[in-house]
């Protein structure tokens, strides 16, 4: 009797690990992947564990694998998510219908595996509305798509669970509404130096759902005990909705898992805020450069300015520079609008420094080297820890290693 104790009591040492199971889960990752950093790494590898604790969370992320070309590795990252998550659909050319009976299923909450998202995203969109709610209202627990169903002569509403774990893969970009609510890993092509392990799905499936167990079963004991912390600084918003859960599993499992959890994070949210920007940000921080410190210009210069902005739109826009009408319509939402300026003897129309000071402070950061200067620091340290943690995650890259070199 005491030797089954003692073997109950070993089972449960094994499960409640929670600082090896997850590295047991990147090295995994790692030998089919090659992601372009070790923060996207460490996110996808706890996103993985947080499918397991859905009923933990508020809000959950997608993941989002994209690539500018084909043969970028975003498919091989769902076919390996797949054996690591609980009840995952691959869900190519999926139907609406199918996806709200899968969500709704009395078996449990599935792990949406999304690829070719961008067909969903394309020309037809319009073909897609009931895919695209599901996406963007599913991360809120809670939420419901509603739906028009005719019986008959009759059109009746009905409305169907939306909360679920969504991993998507695709070339190109996504709508803002998907991409505030993921953690992105922009995926690439291997270089000739960068070398992973060939994935058969036959041969690795045995491992994965080893893993994927043993992480059900730590999610199991540690759902009790789960706990939010305050979000690293620069963290908010949207950005903090998207990070919670995972810094939680973080903190969950211990060890260096929080620390580089936050410094992942801190890393990830800065490329994200580099990333392409709209093109009404792009027009508010040119003309913030094109101001200087003048407190009025007139929209002709303003235009001549703008036109002749390297690598900017302005000078083609629609195959022609942009006008004073175009100018206007981008300013508008923003509340700027033009007026008449005297110059000497002149009247001429233009914008006045005061206001777009309102839309500067609110959309862009409070100078160009403060930006800078602060996109520095984000990256290099939080709380003393340094972003290149991520890259020294010790054992996490010890047995990846030295498999690769065998």
């Given at each position: 009797?005491?030797?089954s104790?003692a073997?109950?009591?070993r089972r449960?040492?094994?499960?409640?690990?929670?600082?090896a199971?997850?590295?047991?889960?990147?090295?995994?990752?790692?030998?089919f992947?090659?992601y372009p950093s070790?923060a996207c790494?460490?996110?996808h590898t706890?996103?993985?564990?947080?499918t397991h604790?859905?009923?933990?969370?508020?809000s959950t992320p997608?993941?989002?694998f994209l690539?500018?070309?084909?043969?970028?590795?975003?498919?091989r990252a769902?076919e390996?998510t797949?054996?690591?998550v609980p009840?995952?659909?691959?869900?190519?050319?999926?139907t609406?219908a199918?996806l709200?009976r899968?969500?709704a299923?009395?078996e449990?909450l599935p792990?949406?595996?999304?690829?070719?998202i961008?067909t969903?995203?394309?020309p037809?969109?319009k073909d897609n509305?009931?895919?695209r709610?599901v996406l963007?209202?599913?991360?809120?627990k809670g939420a419901?798509?509603?739906r028009?169903v005719?019986?008959g002569?009759t059109?009746?509403?009905?409305?169907?669970?939306?909360?679920?774990?969504v991993?998507?893969a695709g070339i190109g970009?996504?709508?803002?509404?998907?991409?505030?609510r993921?953690?992105?890993?922009?995926m690439r092509?291997?270089a000739?130096?960068?070398r992973?392990q060939?994935?058969r799905?036959r041969l690795?499936?045995?491992?994965?759902?080893?893993?994927?167990?043993?992480l059900?079963?730590?999610?199991?004991?540690?759902q009790?005990r789960?706990?939010?912390?305050?979000?690293p600084?620069?963290?908010e918003?949207?950005?903090a909705?998207?990070?919670?859960?995972?810094?939680?599993v973080a903190?969950a499992?211990g060890?260096?898992?929080?620390?580089?959890?936050r410094?992942?994070?801190?890393?990830?949210?800065?490329q994200?805020?580099?990333s392409?920007?709209?093109i009404?940000i792009r027009?508010l921080?040119?003309?913030?450069?094109?101001f200087?410190?003048?407190?009025?210009?007139?929209t002709?210069?303003l235009?001549?300015?703008?036109?002749a902005v390297?690598e900017?739109?302005?000078?083609d826009?629609?195959?022609k520079?942009?006008n004073?009408?175009q100018?206007?319509?981008?300013?508008?939402?923003y509340?700027?609008?033009?007026k008449v300026i005297?110059?000497?003897?002149?009247t001429?129309?233009?914008?006045?420094r005061?206001?777009?000071?309102?839309p500067?402070m609110r959309?862009?950061?409070?100078?160009?080297?403060?930006?800078?200067s602060?996109?520095?620091?984000?990256?290099g340290?939080l709380?003393?820890h340094?972003?290149?943690?991520?890259a020294?995650?010790?054992?996490?890259?010890?047995?990846?290693a030295?498999?690769l070199?065998?």
């Amino acid at each position: 009797m005491s030797a089954s104790v003692a073997e109950i009591q070993r089972r449960v040492d094994a499960i409640a690990d929670g600082d090896a199971i997850l590295s047991e889960v990147y090295d995994f990752l790692g030998r089919f992947v090659a992601y372009p950093s070790p923060a996207c790494q460490v996110a996808h590898t706890l996103w993985i564990a947080h499918t397991h604790l859905m009923e933990r969370w508020d809000s959950t992320p997608r993941i989002a694998f994209l690539s500018a070309e084909p043969g970028s590795g975003k498919t091989r990252a769902l076919e390996v998510t797949s054996l690591l998550v609980p009840q995952p659909i691959e869900a190519i050319n999926a139907t609406p219908a199918y996806l709200f009976r899968k969500v709704a299923d009395p078996e449990g909450l599935p792990t949406i595996l999304f690829d070719e998202i961008d067909t969903i995203f394309g020309p037809k969109a319009k073909d897609n509305e009931e895919i695209r709610g599901v996406l963007n209202a599913g991360h809120r627990k809670g939420a419901m798509a509603g739906r028009c169903v005719v019986r008959g002569k009759t059109v009746e509403t009905e409305e169907l669970a939306a909360y679920c774990a969504v991993a998507v893969a695709g070339i190109g970009n996504l709508p803002d509404t998907i991409l505030t609510r993921s953690v992105v890993v922009r995926m690439r092509r291997r270089a000739p130096t960068e070398r992973v392990q060939q994935f058969r799905r036959r041969l690795e499936e045995a491992q994965g759902h080893e893993l994927r167990d043993r992480l059900a079963g730590w999610a199991v004991l540690v759902q009790p005990r789960i706990e939010f912390q305050d979000m690293p600084a620069g963290i908010e918003d949207r950005n903090a909705d998207v990070w919670e859960a995972l810094l939680a599993v973080a903190d969950a499992a211990g060890g260096i898992w929080p620390s580089t959890a936050r410094a992942a994070a801190i890393s990830l949210v800065a490329q994200s805020k580099e990333s392409t920007p709209s093109i009404g940000i792009r027009l508010l921080s040119d003309l913030r450069v094109i101001f200087g410190d003048r407190e009025y210009l007139s929209t002709e210069d303003l235009l001549t300015a703008l036109a002749a902005v390297e690598e900017a739109p302005w000078g083609d826009w629609k195959g022609k520079p942009i006008n004073p009408r175009q100018l206007a319509n981008f300013l508008r939402p923003y509340g700027v609008a033009s007026k008449v300026i005297r110059f000497g003897s002149g009247t001429p129309r233009g914008y006045a420094r005061a206001d777009l000071y309102d839309p500067w402070m609110r959309y862009l950061s409070a100078s160009p080297e403060c930006a800078t200067s602060a996109t520095s620091e984000t990256r290099g340290n939080l709380n003393g820890h340094s972003v290149a943690d991520v890259a020294d995650v010790a054992h996490l890259g010890e047995a990846k290693a030295e498999r690769l070199n065998a």
